[in-house]
């Protein structure tokens, strides 16, 4: 049954929960009869057929009178815009900033001043080499792109979810993209960078070496946005209201912590479910469950500056919080998905040169060459220079400028005068005191192309990440090496890229070696700067160490058959529901089942939509009389393998040992694999939950032990 249209004061009518446009002073009478409003052209026109072309008897030719088709058709035909040249993959939510700390003292830009205030935010999360259409979890640094429409303009936050970047001048970001993404005359591999061209890059540019050593671990395989960390990257000024400066680099930290998938699980996600990460955002801010992160700074100065080891100016390197502990300002929020996915996620435009009087640049390279390459990037994309018109785009705070015209101008200045200054005391002037004003660093040097000295140790912090992991994670970092370089056909590069291995962790290096089958290890690659060995593990650089506590916020997937103990069931939902987690059932049938007590329960998955990958944890719910059939399901036994595969943990009712049994693990039951109930009852098990993951497990999985 169609909804009958609600009028309203504004010019939309709401339908079927969209919003529809009407004419500005138009009546509501275009009405068909069934309720809903008659179909017009982009004029306003009402359309009488749009089943059928118009043309010169049933079967004759198409004429051109038909002015309804052309429109359809022309529009059709321009709905794509340019995808981002870089991260062209993205998804975007709305929220809001809340400053909890005054930030008086170092900055006057208006959003830290007041404890409390609640500034709108639009964060767009991506993949950098992808096509727009390439899978979610594809081995990828992920944007973290954070627009905070302040007072005082726009803010845009144009970070990644690692604090360190390939390389130091924005010069070489073209070669870097051209390298990552597909090969220009095959067109592949799309969303990888295991392939030639990539690795050859990589392997002569030995400042990419930290980051490298981030993009081999997990960080590249989130399992979800909302766990990930966000950094703005690069030593930004704060100014403050006495014209004084700070340095300062932002960090966003997820509330329910760290985490992350193992490969071969994004592998099987990329195909049981491509669009993972923008299915996990969608639900949990549709249901409620709001991601938040606390942004940190840290806050140094000049003297520290002089008297770190490193270069802050150089944005392969960061600071490490056990030796500069960021502080909390405040939270961000994502509480309300787009409208459109185009109208926001898609135009929106980021553009690092946003920023508001208080927040100013370093001179870090890479990102004053950002500064001159986002407005282009916009221009191209968006078609115009009035893309600021575009309410995703356009600032919350009032604004009054004289620029004018220009393709799709929505607002012009109204008036005569449309210059200053005028003598009609017309329009906008500028203010001394409120505008922005750069601080006024004192620069001098000779005009050269140059690369600083204090930018030449690419090793030391690359080995102090490595050092910085747990067990399970430098497991991780040598088979992502060895993944990525297996896929590499010139054996050149792979032997350059272990010599610069050796300059990080020889370890890591004769594994990766071993693993690729060389006959004998390479030299060491020449380093400008011998890598230290006296830089101190930083716990804070783990996923791991950085997990969460509790099983908040994750998902549990549950398979039932027929016959599942009705008050198992709902036990083990209430404390998931309890623990603030959600679950879903997996069953033969995507209908359900028929629970002990005769109830019936709706599945959400059948067992080969909804693999074990597409969870955190598995309980099998199963009977006695179902498990004949279900142990011949190839899917059901892959339920279960992967899921101990992946070192997750188990819970079963009894009932489901054959299944054990017939997928090889019943010997190999361990801490992770519970009896449900249990002597310690379900809440114990949630509880348990909370640690995700039996690394202890993983050693003896990959010895094929299990
Ligand atoms: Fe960039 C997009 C992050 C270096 C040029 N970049 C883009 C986006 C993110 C980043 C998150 C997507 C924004 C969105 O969601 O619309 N980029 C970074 C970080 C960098 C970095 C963290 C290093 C610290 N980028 C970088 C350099 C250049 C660019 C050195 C060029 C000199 N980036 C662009 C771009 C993009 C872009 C071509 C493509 C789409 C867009 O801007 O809007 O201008």
Redesign the pocket.
């Known amino acids: 049954m169609a909804k009958k249209p609600r009028a309203t004061q504004s010019n939309t009518v709401t339908i079927h929960d969209q919003k529809l446009h009407r004419g500005e002073g138009s009546e509501l009478h275009q009405f068909a009869e069934a309720g809903q409003p008659i179909l017009t052209t982009a004029q306003g026109g009402p359309v009488a057929d749009d089943q059928n072309s118009l043309r010169i008897g049933a079967r004759g030719p198409i004429v051109v009178d038909d002015f309804h088709f052309r429109e359809k058709i022309f529009h059709f035909d321009h709905e794509r815009i340019p995808e ?4 062209a993959r ?1 998804y975007g939510a709305h929220g809001f900033f809340e400053t909890h700390q005054s930030l008086a003292a170092y900055t006057k830009a208006d959003l830290f001043q007041r404890p409390g205030e609640r500034t709108p935010a639009f964060v ?1 999360f ?1 993949t950098v080499a992808g096509n727009k259409g390439s899978a979610d979890l594809a081995r990828d640094v992920r ?3 954070v627009k905070l429409y302040t007072q005082e303009g726009n803010w845009d936050l ?3 979810n690692i604090p360190v ?1 390939f390389i130091q001048d ?1 010069i070489k ?1 073209p070669d870097l993209i051209h390298a990552a993404k597909q090969e220009p005359d095959r067109a592949f591999p799309q969303a990888q960078t295991a392939h030639d061209n990539f690795w050859d890059f990589i392997s002569l540019t030995p400042e990419s070496m930290n980051m490298i050593m981030w993009i081999m671990s997990d960080r590249t395989i989130p399992r979800s946005f909302r766990f990930m960390e966000g950094f703005g ?2 030593t930004f000024r704060l100014v403050n209201a006495k014209e004084e400066s700070t340095f300062v680099k932002f960090h966003w930290k997820p509330k329910l912590g760290l985490q992350s998938v193992a490969w071969n699980e994004a592998v099987k996600i990329n195909g049981a479910d491509p669009d993972f990460h923008r299915r996990d955002l969608w639900q949990s801010i549709q249901s409620g469950n709001f991601p938040e992160w606390e942004l940190q700074v840290q806050l140094f100065d000049q003297d520290f500056a002089d008297s770190f080891d490193f270069d802050v100016l150089d ?1 392969t390197k960061i600071i490490p919080e056990e030796i500069l502990p960021p502080q909390p300002v405040g939270r961000l929020v994502l509480d309300r998905m787009p409208d459109n996915f185009f109208a926001e996620t898609e135009q ?3 553009m690092t040169q946003n920023v508001p009087p208080g927040i100013d640049f370093s001179n870090d390279p ?1 990102l004053q ?2 500064n ?3 407005l282009d ?2 221009l191209k ?1 968006l078609g115009g220079p009035n893309f600021t018109h575009l309410p995703i785009n356009a600032p919350k705070c009032p604004f009054a400028h004289f620029q004018q015209d220009g393709h799709m101008a929505m607002r012009n200045p109204v008036g005569r005068v449309n210059y200053q200054p005028n003598s009609f005391g017309e329009g906008p002037r500028e203010s001394a005191v409120k505008g922005y004003r750069h601080f006024p660093a004192e620069e001098q040097g000779t005009k050269a192309r140059l690369r600083p000295e204090s930018f030449a140790d690419h090793y030391s912090q690359a080995r102090q990440f490595y050092i910085s992991q747990t067990s399970a994670e430098q497991r991780h970092i040598a088979a992502a090496f060895t993944f990525e370089l297996a896929k590499v056909q010139t054996s050149a590069i792979r032997e350059r890229i272990v010599s610069h291995l050796l300059n990080i962790d020889e370890t890591l290096a004769s594994t990766v070696a071993h693993k690729l089958g060389f006959q004998s290890m390479p030299k060491p690659a020449d380093a400008a700067v011998p890598t230290r060995q006296d830089l101190h593990p930083s716990p804070a650089l783990s996923i791991v160490e950085r997990g969460p506590k509790r099983f908040e916020g994750r998902k549990l997937g549950i398979l039932v058959t027929d016959g599942v103990d009705a008050q198992l069931l709902n036990g083990l939902a209430a404390a998931i529901t309890k623990e603030k987690a959600v679950f879903e059932l997996i069953a033969p049938k995507v209908g359900g089942v028929t629970a002990s007590d005769g109830t019936w329960v709706e599945a959400h998955h059948m067992i080969d939509g909804g693999p074990s990958v597409l969870f955190d944890a598995v309980a099998l719910l199963t009977s006695s009389a179902a498990m004949d059939d279900l142990v011949k399901e190839a899917t059901a036994r892959d339920f279960v393998a992967d899921a101990f595969q992946h070192c997750k943990f188990i819970g079963y009712h009894q009932s489901a040992l054959p299944l054990l049994e017939k997928t090889g693990i019943a010997d190999a039951l361990d801490e992770g694999v519970w009896m449900l109930p249990g002597d310690e009852g379900l809440a114990a098990f949630v509880v348990e939950l909370g640690k995700l993951r039996v690394w202890g497990r993983e050693p003896s999985v990959k010895l094929g032990k299990a």
């Open positions: 981002r040249v870089v991260h993205g767009r991506s944007g973290f792109a144009v970070g990644n970047f924005a970001f990257v690069h944005p929106v435009a980021f890479l060459g950002r001159f390459s986002y990037t916009q994309r």
